[in-house]
């Protein structure tokens, strides 16, 4: 994970967690390093209201062009994402000023149409409520 120090002991993620569950870019957490200075993260200090949603694209042809296309489907809903090849997944950032019930509608639709699957990696109390 990418972070920004905001003091002695506490960062902000700084990118997208492909596969922490509970956190999402934005978030402060305070963290202890090991004994080769590696940061640990210890707790959560505040939660930035972000979303973090992982996306399996299905279907026939190339894997990047449909990771392409889930990345391309939630970029007018101002949602920003990142694709890993290796495991043919797109994490999705959901800021927490986007509109919540399209996006999350989007998600739902992609899955039920058999586009995608997903996984909630980190969700607001607002993405639970929308329908």
């Known amino acids: ?22 956190f999402s ?4 957490v305070r963290v202890v ?33 449909k990771r392409q296309a889930v990345l391309d489907a939630f970029a007018p809903l101002r949602v920003e994402g990142e694709g890993l090849k290796r495991f043919n997944l797109v994490a999705l950032h959901v800021p927490a000023d986007a509109d919540i019930r399209a996006v999350k509608q989007l ?12 996984e909630e990696g980190c969700i607001s109390e607002e993405w639970r409520a929308a329908d």
Do not use: K
């Open 1 to 22: 994970m990418w972070a920004i120090t905001r003091d002695e002991d506490l960062v902000e993620l700084d990118n997208i967690p492909f596969f922490v569950q509970g």
């Open 25 to 28: 870019a934005g978030d402060v």
């Open 33 to 65: 390093p090991d004994d080769d200075g590696l940061l640990w993260v210890r707790e959560a200090v505040e939660y930035s209201e972000n979303c973090t949603i992982r996306i399996v694209p299905y279907g026939d042809g190339d894997s990047a062009q």
């Open 107 to 118: 998600v739902i639709q992609g899955a039920q149409s058999g586009r995608w699957d997903y």
